[in-house]
């Protein structure tokens, strides 16, 4: 991973293709751009991951709902993508056991779902649903609510970290040369006689581009506005807000996720483990808020997934006080006038428009086969990037090599917390190695409440271009989505890695933490702001 001093780096006057956007899309451009051997520039206006990819559902899913509407293909895309990034991220993307109830007088009944997962373990080539009876259900999530229960399907799909996957992403982008720069905005894009976009300024530099590509998620409207491609009658996108409750796992400790429908609406919810915590979701409205401004639930959100949590467990006794946490992500949906903004439908729209090609909308899961339809499209211009397919169905995306040396470190680890090792392997790949190398033996130790060693924060640090603490506790870890007050009880401990890794002084390091209380009382309190 680059150093943290990457935004003070010169940037390049030209390149083959220029990214902007650091979410998981445009990581995966960049990605798939350096396969084909080109040169390549991304840019991030805030931090790596800040927007929709460091709060999404964390799920790496093919979207069983989604067969409902019929979208047959982006179901069987994202089955497939789901399975690959199963097999090459072990650790980081990691099977999610689901538990369907089914219950009298609620559709769908036992025969039609069991039709549905057939056909959703047709697209995965293997089998992974069962029928539970009722007995055995209750048995495996007790508390559950029994009344007109039948019993449950099973199935499998999978859970992320986003935000890490974002950043191993980048890591592989960077070993085959991309320049990734967080907090540096584009001012605006070069165009040439004929009106074509053939780079962009930043930090008031002119960077030339054979290939431009917009992967700026819910910002691509945005994006579109400074190249003069928005037209002003209707924008692209129709930002839609999903928020999630968390609770510590002793106080509901779900060994599956939980799916059903809200009793209020009948809307698709779920209540799944998550890094040591539970997370409840989602909810699925209009957001109108202006988009660089954190985005929080609101009271009627946190009621809705209350409602739904105390339906699903109604002897369990939750209530608000046992919410430690929340988190709102702002989904980049394509609108389509649909009245319901959860009937809009979820595929990518990717365009070029006068040289910016413009890759937005879509589903995490399918990142990679995005950035591929993208890129598919500056071909002509620069033909390399025509192998991005070819190449894609040769050579896996990642790669985890250790040390003798680390391996054994990992093993001893693994005696004393069992599964770490794949987790910090899915984390770190390639940079697993040197993290264990060059940071102190004592920070080889589980933070408490987690499944993070204090050696983590000191290397993300040291490497990984971070500029405040909200970079450092909610995106290049997760301690602030499943902690208390953003996981604030570390900070005394914090304090002095921050400070020898990046010479903060005291007065930095009080800004630092003054700023990262009011995002957290912002956008992740545990109840509305």
């Not at 650091?22 to 798939?32: D, F, K, N, S």
């Not at 991309?178 to 008031?204: C, I, K, W, Y």
């Not at 990992?410 to 040197?434: F, V």
Request: charged residues 20%; contains cysteine; hydrophobic residues 45%.
């Amino acid at each position: 991973m680059a150093s943290s001093q990457d935004r003070a780096q010169p940037l390049p006057d030209q390149v083959d293709v220029l990214v902007v956007g650091g979410g998981i899309t445009g990581a995966g451009v960049a990605l798939e751009a350096a396969r084909c051997g080109v040169s390549v520039l991304l840019l991030e206006a805030h931090d790596f991951a800040w927007g929709t990819s460091s709060r999404s559902s964390k799920m790496v899913h093919g979207g069983l709902r989604y067969l409902k509407s019929g979208a047959l293909g982006l179901t069987q895309e994202s089955v497939r993508e789901r399975e690959k990034l199963m097999r090459e991220l072990p650790g980081l993307v990691i099977p999610l056991p689901f538990l369907m109830p089914i219950r009298r007088g609620q559709g769908p009944g036992p025969g039609l779902m069991g039709l549905a997962l057939a056909l959703y373990d047709r697209m995965a080539g293997r089998r992974t649903r069962r029928w539970w009876d009722a007995e055995e259900v209750l048995a495996a999530v007790p508390g559950l609510q029994a009344e007109g229960l039948r019993g449950a399907w099973s199935y499998e799909d999978a859970a992320v970290d986003d935000a890490r996957l974002v950043l191993r992403t980048l890591q592989e982008a960077r070993s085959l040369g991309v320049q990734a720069v967080n907090h540096t905005p584009v001012e605006a894009f070069l165009s040439d006689a004929s009106g074509r976009v053939v780079g962009a300024r930043a930090r008031g530099q002119d960077i030339r581009a054979t290939v431009v590509v917009n992967a700026t998620g819910v910002w691509a409207d945005g994006l579109r506005s400074i190249a003069r491609l928005q037209p002003a009658a209707r924008p692209l996108l129709r930002p839609l807000r999903g928020s999630h409750l968390v609770l510590p796992h002793w106080r509901l400790p779900l060994q599956q996720a939980i799916a059903f429908n809200h009793p209020r609406d009948g809307r698709h919810v779920f209540i799944n483990p998550w890094w040591g915590a539970v997370q409840v979701g989602t909810t699925d409205l209009d957001h109108r808020a202006a988009l660089d401004r954190e985005p929080g639930i609101t009271a009627e959100e946190f009621d809705y997934l209350m409602e739904a949590l105390t339906h699903a467990f109604p002897a369990s006794g939750l209530s608000a006080s046992d919410v430690v946490a929340t988190w709102s992500g702002v989904r980049p949906v394509v609108a389509g006038g649909a009245a319901d903004p959860s009937k809009e439908a979820r595929e990518a729209w990717v365009a070029d428009e006068s040289g910016l090609i413009t890759v937005t909308g879509g589903k995490l899961t399918t990142f990679l086969s995005m950035a591929r339809e993208a890129l598919a499209l500056g071909a002509d211009r620069l033909p390399a990037l025509a192998e991005a397919q070819a190449l894609a169905e040769a050579e896996p995306h990642f790669h985890t090599r250790m040390s003798v040396r680390a391996a054994a470190r990992l093993k001893a680890l693994e005696a004393q917390h069992p599964g770490i090792g794949a987790t910090l392997a899915g984390r770190w790949g390639a940079s697993l190695d040197a993290l264990l190398e060059e940071t102190p033996e004592q920070e080889h130790t589980v933070i408490p409440g987690s499944q993070t060693l204090w050696a983590e924060l000191r290397w993300s640090l040291r490497c990984e271009s971070v500029a405040g603490l909200d970079d450092l506790l909610l995106r290049r870890t997760r301690l602030g989505f499943v902690q208390a007050e953003g996981a604030s009880a570390h900070l005394p401990r914090i304090q002095p890695m921050a400070c020898a890794e990046l010479g903060l002084s005291d007065e930095a390091w009080a800004q630092w933490t003054g700023r990262y209380r009011a995002i957290i009382d912002q956008g992740y309190g545990p109840r509305a702001a």
